[in-house]
């Protein structure tokens, strides 16, 4: 294999990769097992590290490994693993086929403000919020982009064909609801996927290397590549070919020189380059061939770059303190009064693991198969923009169900058996005795009740022969069954209130049941 | 043209204009037939003692066989009771095995096609799949149809009804020429017993509206406008308490019965002494007594008791 054959062997690699995780946040039917999503995504830097902060696993194996190719090679993971990096390739593409060959011109990276920002992520991260990866993640960006944008087209899809075929009296496509999407957070993704394809559209991979933070991470340890990308000074016969084919425009052609912290390991350039004028050197001689010309200004940038973006954290630091927690103001009226945190999901631990571990991916909103995980907006508060929550008006979770708990590629949720799930409170059940049926309108109902998978509601003798709702809290698990069910309008008359940190619900007592010896031989009519 | 294929050339037409305007007055027309009911040798046949498929196989016997319900080229909808993700020993779900047994004697009769669905209350892909009911449907040929889309049901007015005016209903309802309601036997919070009319709470749309406007009339209503051709209620294994979910499989006792009626007041009033309550307690079943939908005084009636 030559050099040459490695831009092949990119592309071959990262529309594999594009292709499986598109199809993990397309997957109508549910057909890919958490495990082998789990493995995959073990893979996707930023959210293994998360999920390395929590526990070890095969998701630590994939982060090292990232690391340790980088620390290596370079930047690969941009051009290879990344689904982000890929869209934008693809928009590249796209806009080289609409604008003509794209020629691209070298330019200098903006190091201030790709290494501002990730010393903005870390300054949040370790104060509790994801704010900045919740926006800028590329896994997760590319996630609520699929999941948000992409999916509901084909669930449309879907549906349509679904109609099509009833009429030919075949029900083999159903129907699958398409809930009514969070305004703040369809509308954010989709300021981002234009900016985005803006970006890409004009200047390659600047995303990339300018507010991606798993970009300014790589490229920080890139500088340190064993092995890096050099133009032989004695065989480049400066024709400027690599420059016009480098996405990340990071090749100063008539320099002979390489921002190697800044190349995403394409390999455009060595494909490009007609004689062998680019090669492999080590980490000493690329140093020499690479080196800036103005480093000293380079540092004094980024010195003046990593104020400013502190200056930024601070304030937004404060921001999120005066916000204090969930934004009340931005609940529904439809909820009661008293329900002010969303209720978080299973294997989440509570609020307070959930928001600072959470990327914002919603590959748990994806797979949820009653779809009462949704994505929120600012209900976690600024610090937890786009988090998913628990939302008991469109659905209940289903008792021994733990899709999520076992799919979510950052540690956000940890896996849970059905077993542990069972006895998870996530929260409280509630009730308000005055707006219920039974009370209001003297009728019969106990919907909630009836979908109480461990009848923490129970219905118990009320007048005129009715039966009233009752609560054993103790045995609560915080499904939100009870909530769906409730038919009260608007508020209903009984609801979840969050636990902020997630507690053990006692299992339900079960009785032993005597049966009668004369059920079994006579009818008694 | 008879009720069957003006559905269905209804449907082709509508699945591309998107309109099920037509469909609600054409269910009306043809609702409430007490035709079966003159013809059968029984008013309520009780069967005792054996498997729930067998039990159906000589239930059904001694009204003279599926072919009575069941002509040479219909169709049928079989509505079993799929409302819980639980596994058949919770006795939340109708017996797999009953549902098997009673399409297999549909295409005996020489039905077209049978179609199973429900309108569950847990996820519907883990209700179809965990109750059995969907490998036990497709196993002996019928459709499994999903009910969890509004989309599938249409506009009806129920004429009469004193709490319940209209409701979406099942278009496989609405289309099918006959309709076998199959619910199984159990306890129930609101409705105290959850039988054959509490079934058909599942081909309707929207349950929220019966809970908050009197819960027995509804069911009661709906009864009056769309009898089942047949009724067969699954007593085989029955949840005693904490129903119609249940709790645990502790919950349930054997009970080794089932009873078939073209009857829905006859046979709930039987299930309901069954269960060992009495009638009285049960509202929703006077409520449609009261209406002539049918008849509680079992004293009075043809009963047919075999054991297996």
């Not at chain 2, 027995?216 to 051709?229: G, L, N, S």
Request: net charge positive; hydrophobic share 40%.
């Amino acid at each position: 294999m030559e050099l040459k054959d490695l831009k092949r062997v990119r592309i071959v690699v990262s529309i594999l990769v594009f292709v499986v995780v598109t199809y993990l946040f397309l997957d109508l039917g549910n057909t890919v097992s958490p495990r082998l999503s789990s493995a995959v995504l073990a893979f996707q830097l930023l959210p293994a590290l998360t999920k390395t902060l929590v526990s070890l696993g095969l998701w630590s194996i994939g982060a090292v490994a990232i690391l340790a190719i980088t620390l290596f090679v370079g930047r690969v993971y941009c051009s290879f693993l990344c689904p982000l990096g890929t869209l934008q390739d693809l928009v590249i593409h796209i806009a080289g086929r609409i604008r003509g060959r794209r020629k691209f011109r070298y330019s200098r990276p903006e190091y201030a403000l790709q290494y501002g920002i990730l010393v903005i992520t870390l300054l949040l991260f370790a104060a509790g919020s994801l704010f900045l990866l919740n926006i800028l993640e590329p896994f997760s960006l590319f996630g609520r982009i699929m999941q948000g944008i992409v999916r509901p087209i084909i669930i449309a899809g879907n549906n349509l064909v679904g109609l099509l075929l009833r009429g030919l009296d075949s029900y083999a496509v159903y129907t699958i609801p398409l809930h009514a999407p969070a305004v703040g957070v369809l509308g954010s993704t989709i300021v981002l996927l234009l900016a985005l394809g803006y970006l890409s559209y004009y200047h390659g991979r600047l995303f990339c290397n300018s507010l991606c933070p798993a970009g300014a991470l790589l490229s920080l340890v890139s500088r340190f590549s064993l092995f890096q990308i050099v133009v032989d000074r004695e065989t480049c016969t400066e024709c400027g070919l690599c420059e016009k084919v480098c996405k990340a425009r990071c090749i100063e052609s008539k320099q002979k020189r390489i921002d190697y912290a800044a190349c995403i390991g394409c390999f455009n350039c060595l494909d490009a380059c007609p004689t062998i004028g680019l090669k492999f050197a080590g980490l000493k001689v690329a140093r020499e061939y690479n080196h800036l010309p103005t480093q000293e200004t380079g540092r004094r940038r980024f010195i003046a770059g990593s104020a400013l973006a502190l200056g930024g954290a601070i304030r937004t630091g404060k921001d999120s303190a005066s916000a204090g927690g969930p934004d009340s103001s931005s609940l529904d009226a439809r909820l009661a009064p008293r329900q002010l945190t969303p209720v978080t999901p299973p294997g989440s631990r509570g609020v307070a693991h959930f928001t600072t571990r959470c990327t914002a991916c919603h590959l748990c909103v994806t797979v949820c198969p009653t779809q009462v995980l949704r994505p929120a907006f600012l209900e976690y508060g600024v610090v937890g923009l786009f988090q998913p929550k628990m939302d008991y008006w469109t659905a209940y979770c289903t008792y021994d169900c733990v899709i999520c708990t076992t799919t979510c590629p950052t540690g956000a949720l940890m896996p849970l058996t059905p077993d542990e799930k069972k006895r998870v409170q996530l929260g409280k059940a509630h009730f308000v005795k005055d707006d219920c049926i039974v009370v209001d309108k003297k009728t019969d109902c106990t919907a909630c009740s009836e979908h109480c998978p461990t009848k923490a509601v129970k219905a118990v003798p009320y007048e005129k022969n009715l039966r009233l709702p009752e609560l054993n809290n103790d045995i609560c698990i915080g499904c939100g069954a009870c909530e769906k069910a409730c038919p009260t309008k608007p508020r209903k008359a009984i609801y979840v209130e969050a636990n902020p940190v997630h507690l053990q619900a006692k299992l339900p007592e079960v009785k032993e049941l005597e049966q009668k010896e004369e059920e079994l031989k006579e009818f008694p009519f | 043209m008879n009720r069957r294929t003006f559905f269905k050339s209804g449907l082709s037409a509508s699945a591309i204009t998107g309109s099920y305007l037509l469909f609600g007055k054409e269910g009306v027309a043809l609702s409430g037939s007490a035709f079966f009911s003159d013809i059968v040798p029984h008013d309520l046949v009780a069967v005792r003692g054996g498997e729930a498929d067998l039990m159906f196989d000589r239930g059904i016997d001694a009204l003279g066989g599926m072919k009575t319900f069941v002509r040479k080229g219909e169709t049928v909808a079989v509505k079993p009771n799929i409302g819980w993700d639980v596994s058949p020993e919770r006795a939340g779900n109708t017996n797999p095995g009953l549902v098997r047994r009673i399409i297999e004697h549909c295409f005996d009769a020489g039905a077209k096609q049978v179609y199973v669905f429900d309108h569950t209350c847990d996820n519907w892909q883990g209700c179809y799949s965990r109750s059995g009911i969907e490998r036990a449907a497709k196993d002996a040929g019928a459709k499994v149809v999903p009910g969890d889309s509004e989309s599938y049901y249409q506009s009806v007015s129920i004429p009469g009804g004193r709490s319940l005016s209209e409701a979406k209903e099942h278009e496989i309802i609405l289309g099918a020429d006959v309709f076998i309601n199959v619910p199984v036997l159990k306890s129930h919070s609101g409705a105290r017993l959850t039988i054959a009319m509490k079934n058909l709470m599942g081909v309707v749309w929207d349950r929220g509206f019966w809970h908050s406007n009197d819960l027995h009339q509804c069911i009661a209503d709906f009864a009056a406008y769309r009898k089942p051709d047949l009724n067969v209620v699954d007593a085989y294994a029955v949840m005693k308490r904490n129903g119609p979910r249940g709790v645990s499989v502790k919950d349930v006792v054997t009970m080794k019965a089932q009873l078939i009626s073209t009857d829905i007041v006859a046979v709930d009033t039987a299930a309901v002494k069954l269960f060992g309550s009495e009638p009285e307690a049960v509202r929703y079943i006077h409520l449609a007594a009261d209406r002539n939908v049918g008849r509680m005084d079992l004293e009075n009636l043809k009963i047919k008791k075999i054991a297996v």
